[in-house]
């Protein structure tokens, strides 16, 4: 069974920075590509972006509301993904999940979610 | 990139069929058949339910069923149980190789 567990949420400052990482198990990580998708507290679900494996070229694709503040990482060898969010601004607010992203039989489609952690941004 | 449109809320009572629908445009919905549906039961994670518009995961009840016609995407849940009741999300791929979710709708099974 395919687990991820997010960590790393928690209470920043306005224009702060803030690592989220995410544990993959029970799959092999270095062919998944990979997403985020947050929650505001009390709306919608908002994508985040994607980061592709390394054989499909590793790149990322961000939301327009985060490009050019949040960067996603991967290392493989620890099964572990991670999104580095910079000048953080209170509408960041969320719950991120880390998502996976459904391989060639569902490639456009997150099959599994992780239980996601809070980041709070204080003004 | 726009969210889809979804009602806020449907509802039905136990055995009903409610239908949900996700609109968008000929560069999301409309541009191609990959639009996925995900169940929300209050303070959990996700999951999901449909893909590429038609296909259940294994262990998803076939009471689910999704359909699109032109940039309207629908979900339909046949023989409503108490269960169901959650927030559904329609998701889709776009032509700028982004993903776009909807508002959200709030099922209540009366």
């Known amino acids: 069974e395919v687990q991820l567990v997010e960590s790393g949420g928690g209470l920043v400052k306005s224009g702060g920075s803030l690592r989220l990482s995410c544990a993959a198990s029970g799959v092999t990580f270095s062919d998944v590509w990979m997403s985020w998708v947050r929650q505001a507290p009390g709306k919608g679900l908002e994508w985040v972006g994607r980061i592709k494996s390394k054989k499909d070229g590793g790149t990322t694709e961000y939301a327009g509301s985060v490009k050019g503040r949040f960067t996603f990482s991967r290392d493989d060898s620890k099964h572990m993904v991670y999104l580095q969010m910079n000048s953080l601004k209170r509408e960041d607010t969320a719950v991120y999940y880390c998502?996976?992203?459904?391989?060639?039989?569902?490639?456009?489609?997150?099959?599994?979610w992780g239980q996601g952690t809070m980041v709070t941004v204080s003004s | 990139q726009s969210a889809l449109t979804q009602p806020p809320s449907v509802s039905g009572s136990p055995g009903q069929s409610v239908t949900i629908s996700c609109t968008g445009t000929?560069?999301?919905?409309?541009?191609?058949?990959?639009v996925s549906w995900y169940q929300q039961p209050p303070g959990t994670a996700p999951k999901l339910m449909i893909y590429?518009?038609?296909n259940r995961p294994s262990g998803v009840p076939d009471r689910f069923s999704g359909s699109k016609s032109g940039n309207t995407a629908s979900l339909t849940i046949s023989g409503l149980q108490a269960e169901d009741e959650a927030d559904y999300y329609c998701?889709?791929?776009?032509?700028?190789?982004?993903?776009?979710f909807g508002g959200g709708t709030k099922l209540t099974v009366l």
């Open positions: 000929s560069s999301d919905v409309g541009y191609f058949n990959r």
């Open positions: 590429e518009v038609t």
């Open positions: 998701s889709s791929y776009t032509s700028s190789t982004t993903w776009v």
């Open positions: 998502t996976k992203i459904g391989g060639p039989t569902r490639p456009f489609a997150f099959d599994v």
